[in-house]
């Protein structure tokens, strides 16, 4: 009897020591992303928990190892789409028992970076890596040349136009399913063709395909390309459906104009910890270092920002419903540069379901994207960068007795136009061979720039 009581004991200590193992195995890779973008490669792996975790390089060939303790694979890496990153095979296989291992074969050699994020909104655990090339090529110059003689005497003004969230990042989604990355990308590149159609203006893209950059390198990247204006767009999400309208935003170095601004803001702001930079902290160090004089250069742009942005909203005015007739301001991280003038575009609700169908028409984007840049156009027309083109033939204009071109916008009148460019009404008819007072909105007629 006590040896079979010791039988039954040992099966029952073997199966508790067997379910034990595997509960301490339980952690799995249940889906997996790769992103690449211009400079680096991003895989994600989805898991059911945080786990321990080491990534090394090999050289002669070139691979990359991912030691994960404890977990299994419950995805096919295998197949995985791997086009446009620098990884030509992954491999897997169970190490120690209990242990993953995933190898990746490379196409060169790459730095790897490593980190784990917790679960958001959006996301369950995550382990991030990045395959960092860091022979990866600048930027590409513009195809459109720069009008000048010289290098400083008529540049092209340069805008930079940053789409929104992207990668690991979807924004906001509609009730449709529409995600917000997609379409705010769309509208980018038809705004970039836009803008870089105007003589004078050159626009590039902070991302021209669906990766993830943190919103601090958004800015960098302006800088890098001295931008003289940022626009960010977006088409995000409030609590409700009944939101409803475009809106342009400026930085706000104290409170929000707006719970609708508040509440933005923080969800943008938020962007980093969905699409992953590592823990990085949104805390502003820098201008709390700076002093005084990044407060001055702070204070400058955002006057600036606030005035380009007025310009932007009238011309959006034209052509989609106003959420808030003046522009509002909130403490969007993506706007901190304290020497250009940064303004963020929210292009329509995505969670309104009319919203979110108009903004999937590429006619309606088209029509947003020509009337923010006939606002940008206005702007710089009236206050043209030193050393641009436009300011070169404003002085011309001025000298000579000159011509500008200007496109007839929503509310203006011929009295209005004479009175702003310090002419007459009868000089603007004779100009423009014009037998009435009456003018159409989006008419494009000449108006003397003395």
Same mark, same amino acid.
Do not use: C
């Given at each position: 009897?006590?040896?079979i009581?010791?039988k039954?004991m040992?099966v029952?200590?073997?199966?508790?020591?067997?379910a034990?193992?595997?509960?301490?195995?339980?952690?799995a890779?249940?889906?997996?992303r790769?992103w690449p973008?211009p400079d680096h490669?991003?895989?994600v792996? +989805?898991l059911?928990?945080?786990?321990?975790?080491?990534v090394?390089a090999?050289e002669?060939p070139?691979?990359?190892?991912i030691?994960i303790?404890d977990?299994?694979?419950?995805?096919?890496l295998?197949?995985?789409?791997?086009d446009g990153?620098?990884?030509k095979?992954?491999?897997?296989?169970?190490?120690n028992g209990? +242990?993953?291992r995933?190898?990746?074969?490379?196409?060169?050699d790459?730095?790897?970076?490593s980190?784990q994020l917790?679960?958001?909104?959006e996301?369950?655990?995550?382990?991030?890596?990045?395959?960092?090339?860091?022979?990866a090529?600048?930027?590409?110059?513009?195809?459109?040349?720069?009008?000048s003689?010289?290098n400083?005497?008529?540049?092209?003004?340069?805008v930079?136009?940053?789409?929104?969230?992207?990668?690991?990042?979807?924004g906001?989604?509609? /009730?449709?399913?529409t995600?917000e990355?997609?379409?705010?990308?769309k509208?980018?590149h038809?705004l970039?063709?836009?803008?870089?159609?105007?003589?004078?203006?050159?626009?590039?893209?902070?991302?021209d395909?669906?990766?993830?950059? +943190?919103l601090?390198?958004r800015?960098?990247?302006a800088?890098?390309e001295?931008?003289?204006l940022?626009?960010?767009v977006?088409a995000?999400a409030?609590?409700?459906?009944q939101?409803?309208?475009?809106s342009?935003?400026?930085?706000?170095?104290?409170?929000a104009?707006?719970?609708?601004?508040?509440w933005?803001?923080?969800?943008?702001?938020?962007?980093?910890l969905?699409?992953g930079?590592?823990?990085?902290?949104?805390g502003?160090?820098?201008e709390?270092?700076?002093?005084v004089?990044?407060?001055?250069?702070?204070?400058?742009?955002?006057?600036?920002?606030?005035?380009?942005?007025?310009?932007?909203?009238?011309?959006?005015?034209s052509?989609?419903?106003l959420?808030k007739?003046?522009?509002e301001q909130?403490?969007?991280?993506?706007?901190?540069?304290?020497?250009?003038p940064s303004?963020?575009v929210e292009?329509?609700?995505?969670s309104? /379901?009319?919203?979110?169908r108009?903004?999937?028409?590429?006619?309606?984007?088209?029509k947003?994207?020509?009337?923010?840049?006939?606002?940008?156009q206005?702007?710089?027309?009236?206050?043209? /960068?030193?050393?641009?083109?436009l300011a070169?033939?404003k002085?011309?204009?001025?000298s000579?007795?000159?011509?500008s071109?200007?496109r007839?916008?929503r509310?203006?009148?011929l009295?209005?136009?004479?009175r702003?460019n310090?002419?007459?009404?009868?000089?603007i008819?004779?100009?423009?061979?014009?037998?009435?007072?009456?003018?159409?909105i989006?008419?494009?007629?000449k108006? /003397?720039?003395?």
């Open positions: 009897m006590n040896h009581l010791r039954i040992a029952q200590l073997a199966l508790l020591l067997g034990a193992s595997l509960a301490h195995a339980q952690t890779v249940n889906s997996a790769v973008a490669t991003r895989l792996l +989805d059911g928990s945080s786990v321990e975790h080491s090394f090999l002669n070139s691979r990359l190892v030691d303790k977990t299994s694979l419950k995805v096919a295998d197949r995985l789409d791997l990153s620098p990884i095979r992954i491999r897997s296989a169970r190490r209990n +242990d993953l995933v190898v990746l074969d490379l196409a060169s790459v730095k790897p970076r980190f917790a679960p958001n909104q996301y369950g655990h995550r382990l991030v890596v990045d395959l960092i090339n860091e022979n090529p600048a930027q590409k110059p513009s195809s459109k040349p720069v009008l003689e010289s400083d005497s008529k540049r092209d003004i340069i930079m136009i940053d789409a929104g969230h992207g990668g690991e990042d979807p906001a989604s509609g /009730p449709g399913g995600r990355k997609d379409v705010v990308l509208l980018a038809q970039k063709d836009a803008i870089s159609s105007i003589p004078g203006y050159t626009a590039k893209l902070t991302r395909g669906d990766y993830y950059i +943190d601090r390198s800015t960098l990247l800088r890098k001295n931008a003289d940022f626009i960010s977006h995000d409030f609590r409700t459906s939101p409803r309208g475009a342009v935003f400026a930085l706000s170095q104290r409170g104009t707006s719970e609708t601004a508040r933005l803001a923080r969800n943008e702001n938020r962007s980093d969905i699409g930079v590592g823990g990085v902290s949104l502003d160090k820098n709390v270092l700076a002093g004089l990044l407060d001055l250069s702070m204070t400058a742009s955002i006057n600036a920002s606030v005035g380009v942005g007025s310009y932007v909203l009238r011309n959006l005015g052509v989609a419903t959420h007739p003046g522009v909130a403490a969007f991280v993506v706007l901190k540069s304290p020497d250009i303004i963020l292009a329509g609700f995505i309104n /379901p009319q919203e979110e108009k903004l999937l028409s590429a006619s309606y984007r088209s947003l994207a020509h009337a923010i840049s006939r606002g940008v206005s702007y710089f027309n009236d206050t043209p /960068p030193p050393g641009t083109y070169w033939q002085r011309q204009g001025k000579a007795g000159g011509l071109s200007y007839v916008q509310g203006d009148t009295s209005d136009l004479a702003r310090a002419t007459t009404v009868s000089r008819k004779q100009l423009n061979g014009l037998k009435g007072d009456q003018v159409v989006g008419q494009t007629i108006i /003397p720039t003395t």
